[in-house]
């Protein structure tokens, strides 16, 4: 059985592996990975830049997931696409996370 730290390293590990991994697709500009407060837990952006992801996205999908439940009561948002001439933002949700991804939509 593993421990409570080998735990906390494996999920470490597996977390790191996806931002790679996401991070290597063609026009991927950014991957953060950020608490549903909008912490950055890890990014492939600058701080600056996390920073204003983690802040606004995290509000974002709040508002976003609460205007689902409200339409649907037994249904709940798990993905939220935002497509801009520029980018194309997003953000799949869970229960403590938020995974973004920011993509060029030319480099597809």
């Known amino acids: 059985m593993a421990t409570r730290d080998e735990e906390t390293l494996n999920h470490q590990i ?16 950014s991957v953060t990975v950020l608490t549903k407060d ?12 996390s920073e204003t992801q983690g802040k606004l996205l995290s ?13 649907e009561s037994q249904d709940e948002l798990s993905f939220l696409r935002i497509r801009t001439k520029r980018h194309e933002i ?19």
Do not use: C, F, W
């Open 14 to 29: 597996d977390v790191d592996e996806t931002v790679n991994r996401l991070g290597a697709k063609k026009g991927v500009e």
């Open 38 to 49: 909008g912490r950055v837990i890890r990014t492939t952006a600058t701080a600056e830049q």
């Open 59 to 71: 509000k974002l999908a709040r508002d976003a997931a609460d205007i689902v439940e409200e339409l």
């Open 90 to 108: 997003m953000v799949a949700l869970d229960h403590n996370y938020l995974l973004v991804v920011v993509q060029s939509p030319q480099k597809e």
